[in-house]
């Protein structure tokens, strides 16, 4: 596929792709969420040898939500769920089963469903001038893109209405104080601190993939539930040739060369 909105380049194992739509603050459209999904599909064949996902975003915005003004007058769109159906919650999907870590570096204003994207990282970076709007309200919609799932796990259940219902800027000190966020850095520190933690996690073991999926299943499991993940995973993990590099190197006092595998 030629993408027009976004852009996906790969090197040593780390993947970046760039919401490329600077002209409308990268608000998405039905084709840039279909890029989107197919460069998540790219990182994910074999020969490409991706170890992590980098999202950021071109210009001066992360994402401003959903690009309104694409999709024409209200009484020619579709109803407001369908794009949820067949475009957001695939890609969402997408990024909740990636086998690898997942970096998002929020260079600006992160809106709406752009918002969304944002907390799906494992590790979420932002600039100190970004900001964070849940604006659905403004406009007489839902959180969505999986808000509602993410926003009270991260924030805790009121601070997440007040988001969603006040629709008022979140400064991003603010944010890494609420913990939405994990770092917040100048400007000109975003994405050299990104890709420093993605080559960290593109030289880590296999596990990282494991350690991901373990929390993801822990939101919705049991205690009992979650013990058994665990002994799952584990005993994947340990069957790998990083299990076995990571203990001889611990022994031997040197440092692991974890291989993905």
Sequence with gaps: MEYRHIRLEINNKIAVLTLDAPEVLNALSADMVTEISHAISETLKPDNGVRCLVM???GRAFCAGANLSARGQPADMPPAGHVLETHYAPVMNKLRNLPFP?????????????????????????????????????????????????????????RALELSMMAEK??????????????????????????????????????????RQAYWQSLENSFAEQIQVETNLQTEAGRTFDNQEGIAAFLEKRSAKFEGR
């Design 56 to 58: 950021t975003g071109e």
């Design 102 to 158: 997942f970096v998002t570096a929020v260079n600006g204003p992160s809106v709406g469903v752009g918002m969304s994207f944002a907390m799906m990282g494992d590790m979420v970076l932002a600039s100190q001038d970004a900001y964070f709007l849940q604006a659905f309200a403004n406009i007489g919609l839902v959180p969505d893109g999986g808000a509602t799932y993410l926003l009270p796990r991260l924030v805790g259940w009121g």
């Design 170 to 211: 979140l400064p991003a000190k603010t944010a890494l104080e609420w913990g939405l966020i994990n770092r917040c850095v100048a400007a000109e520190d975003l994405m050299p601190e990104a890709m420093k933690i993605a080559e960290k996690f593109a030289n880590g073991p296999k596990s990282l993939g494991l350690i």
